[in-house]
């Protein structure tokens, strides 16, 4: 993918006036599922990113590729086998980022045991084929086996069974690639700045801005997709100022910690915490991660903070399941994402997570809702709609198989560079290079091949887009990450021709932001 390509696109196309099928606005994973599906049905599509692709919520996932156990709970079993058959595709059709992960309820009660397990074996039995193991009850020795960094005392046995787990902005990186390989436009920092309306009064097309060099453009398009998750209602707004608002917005922490505080290769799943939420703790590329909250928030932001009391109560909830409680000092990062949450009353943890399709009397086609997990119906669920609606050629919707960007089977061996499946090859074929074999901190195992890579084939244009979605840095140690600034400004300035100012400046911005990421 180059950049200047897809501007050229962009501008070619606005200069003849020739309409796209469809405009995407929004880079999430839900505006990346409809470019690859409108994409590979042939439809000419371009997507408009304001900031980077998955600097919203998709980066910011629990990186769990599930349907959600608690909804079973709740009795939503048609969401349940839906999600779950997604998981099953999801990881069908990017084995190399998607794995099944061993997930342990630790039970502490009589009735713990009978009650998780016939739970779970109801969720073994909606997966059906796409089914990743059975669930089995686990005797106090199996569950500390599995768990050995659990606490023992109280401890009656467990519950063992199986969900998937991924990488979300590697996953958006490789969406997005996909995309591209099937003729899609892609253009990241090019917000939409309004929508333009034909003489019907329906939506016609979107003007968006280059951030990069501040080129305008008008882009008309048969129809426009809105796809910008907590941000759905500010778009719908550009066409009707009236618009009654569609969403809320609540907010999820994660803590990241050393490995040793979660030893073994499972994940410890706490199915009722003191708020009667789901708190996980899960090993994440040789790191844990603990989550998440939901704390409702008033305005969305593209980089929210954590709450002192979200930090407190998830290291006080995870304290009361180890032996060695993590405590503030312990935390190398902490990351923060926001819940595109389709409106209706009561608490936000109670809320719709089914997806929405909604049409505004403008012809504005909003996709909203639903989970990480389930991108690839909701997309084509809207991608249908947007034939529909707008008269594009009716194909049917290939993505249920369709092999992500990079598909690689038994990817394990490739070891630290196992997220980029089969473009693997091509890096460490740049690190032949022994300056782009180097280390970039002795904390993590990224090297400065997988800078260059970026920069080259990934659309990276910051230092940020290289440590926090290209690679995970940022999300894993925020002072690593901080460290390797640096080395990643040096080696974007060669790649993308910029100046030492930018290098400077991109090292005090990275800083800045990088802080925020950090417990102090
Ligand atoms: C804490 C938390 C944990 C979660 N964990 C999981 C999980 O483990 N598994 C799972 O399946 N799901 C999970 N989810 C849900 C999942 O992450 C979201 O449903 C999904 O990422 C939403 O994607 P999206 O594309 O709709 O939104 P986003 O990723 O936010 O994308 C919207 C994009 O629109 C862009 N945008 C906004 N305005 C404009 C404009 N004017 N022009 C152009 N672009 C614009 C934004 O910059 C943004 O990048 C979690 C969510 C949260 C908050």
């Known amino acids: 993918m180059r950049r200047e390509e897809m501007v050229r696109k962009v501008r070619e196309r606005a200069e003849k006036q020739t309409p796209w099928d469809i405009a995407v606005i929004g880079g999430g994973a839900t505006g990346m599922g409809v470019a690859v599906d409108a994409a590979a049905r042939g439809l000419s599509v371009v997507l408009l990113e304001a900031h980077d692709f998955g600097k919203g919520t998709s980066s910011r996932s629990t990186k769990l590729v599930h349907s959600g156990v608690r909804y079973l709970e709740q009795g939503n079993i048609p969401l349940v086998m839906s999600a779950l058959k997604e998981r099953g595709l999801m990881r069908q059709n990017a084995p190399h980022l998607v794995h099944d992960l061993a997930f342990i ?10 009650f998780y397990g016939i739970g779970l074996k109801l969720y073994d039995l909606l997966a059906g084929k796409f089914g990743f193991g059975a669930s089995k009850l686990l005797t106090k020795e199996e569950t500390l086996e599995r768990l050995p960094a659990l606490d023992p005392v109280e401890l009656r046995g467990g519950v063992v069974y199986y969900d998937g787990q991924f990488d979300d902005s590697r996953l958006l990186v490789h969406l997005a690639m996909t995309a591209a390989d099937h003729g899609a436009t892609l253009l990241n920092y ?31 398009a048969k129809m426009v997709v809105n796809a910008t998750g907590v941000f759905t209602d500010s778009i719908r707004q550009m066409a009707d100022p009236l618009a009654e608002q569609l969403m809320v917005t609540s907010q999820g922490i994660h803590l990241v ?58 290291l006080e909830t995870a304290s009361r399941f180890f032996v060695r409680p993590p405590t503030r000092k312990d935390v190398l990062a902490v990351f923060v994402g926001l819940r595109p949450l389709v409106k209706g009353d009561g608490k936000t943890s109670a809320l719709s997570r089914d997806h929405l399709i909604h049409i505004d009397t403008s012809g504005l086609l909003t996709i909203t809702g639903g989970k990480w997990t389930t991108y690839r119906h909701m997309a084509e669920d809207a991608v249908n709609h947007a034939i529909t609606l707008g008269r594009l050629p009716d194909t049917e919707c290939p993505t249920k198989t369709l092999r992500i960007h990079g598909y690689l089977e038994n990817s394990a061996a490739l070891g630290d560079l196992e997220v980029y499946g089969s473009d693997a090859e091509a890096i460490k074929a740049l690190a032949q290079d022994p300056a782009l074999a180097v280390q970039l901190d002795p904390a993590l195992p990224y090297i400065a091949a997988e800078v260059v890579w970026a920069a080259r084939e990934e659309l990276a244009r910051t230092v940020e887009d290289v440590l926090a979605r290209r690679t995970r840095a940022l999300f894993l140690n925020a002072n690593a990450a901080i460290a390797m600034a640096e ?33 102090v």
Request: contains cysteine.
């Open 257 to 314: 910690f050393d490995r040793s505080f979660l030893k073994g290769d499972s994940a410890l799943m706490i199915p009722k915490t003191s708020d009667g939420r789901v708190l996980f703790v899960i090993p994440w590329h040789g790191h844990a991660v603990a989550g998440t909250t939901d704390t409702p928030v008033d305005a969305p932001s593209l980089e929210p903070r954590p709450l002192e009391e979200e930090i407190e109560f998830v």
């Open 190 to 220: 090019c917000p939409a700045t309004g929508l333009t309306m034909g003489e019907e009064g329906y939506v016609n097309g979107v003007t968006a801005r280059d951030a990069e060099t501040g080129e305008e453009f008008s882009i008309s």
């Open 105 to 114: 309820v630790p039970n502490y009660s009589w009735w713990e045991a009978p």
């Open 487 to 519: 080395p990643v400004a040096k080696l974007l300035a060669v790649e993308l021709n910029r100046s030492e100012a930018w290098v400077a400046a991109q090292i005090g911005e990275f800083s800045v932001l990088a802080q925020q990421y950090r417990v």
